[in-house]
């Protein structure tokens, strides 16, 4: 096993060995290594130390007004500049912020929904068929300017 302070590799080992919640195979090799190795003997002890001052220590009891005595001191600090000069405006930020965010909606669905314009391809038209078209085109003013004669026109009954 290479040690785990020099390398910086399963360094947690040596805590966990100390804490005693290692698997017994990968606590035998810490034990073979801590018998060869100083620097690792002294972590594991001086953790274990922590270990041992940690299980002894009793905290104070809590008082039963504790959390009454704490709310009064946090009330009882004095107000910043940024909270007295935004107080009187708390009341308005609860009304403003449902309605900021259905006005955020509603411009996120209209730009979200908006048709996109639909695109015009526009075809290579060639001289030839464009000189057709206007003689076609001709032909026809021709053809109505022609008058009708007499006898063509037909009677309803």
């Given at each position: 096993?290479?040690?785990?302070?020099?390398?910086?590799?399963?360094?947690?080992?040596?805590?966990?060995y100390s804490?005693?919640?290692?698997?017994n195979e990968?606590?035998?090799?810490?034990?073979?290594?801590?018998?060869?190795?100083?620097?690792c003997?002294?972590?594991?002890?001086?953790?274990?130390?922590v270990?041992?001052?940690?299980?002894?220590w009793?905290?104070e009891?809590?008082s039963?007004?504790?959390?009454?005595?704490?709310?009064?001191?946090?009330?009882?600090?004095?107000?910043?500049?940024?909270?007295r000069?935004?107080?009187?405006?708390?009341?308005?930020w609860?009304?403003?912020?449902?309605?900021?965010?259905?006005?955020?909606?509603?411009?996120?669905?209209?730009?979200?929904?908006?048709p996109?314009?639909?695109?015009?391809?526009?075809?290579k038209?060639?001289?030839?068929?464009?000189?057709?078209?206007?003689?076609?085109?001709?032909?026809?003013?021709?053809?109505?300017?022609?008058?009708?004669?007499?006898?063509?026109?037909?009677?309803?009954?």
């Amino acid at each position: 096993m290479n040690c785990p302070i020099k390398t910086q590799k399963n360094k947690e080992w040596l805590l966990e060995y100390s804490a005693g919640r290692l698997d017994n195979e990968r606590a035998a090799r810490v034990a073979r290594h801590l018998a060869m190795c100083p620097e690792c003997a002294r972590f594991v002890e001086a953790q274990r130390g922590v270990w041992q001052a940690l299980s002894q220590w009793e905290p104070e009891p809590v008082s039963a007004d504790f959390d009454r005595r704490l709310y009064s001191r946090i009330e009882s600090q004095p107000a910043t500049w940024l909270d007295r000069l935004f107080r009187p405006l708390q009341p308005l930020w609860h009304a403003a912020i449902p309605v900021a965010a259905a006005c955020l909606l509603i411009v996120a669905s209209v730009v979200l929904h908006t048709p996109q314009a639909p695109q015009v391809t526009v075809e290579k038209i060639e001289a030839e068929q464009v000189e057709r078209t206007l003689d076609d085109m001709q032909m026809l003013r021709e053809l109505a300017l022609t008058p009708k004669p007499e006898g063509s026109t037909s009677k309803s009954m």
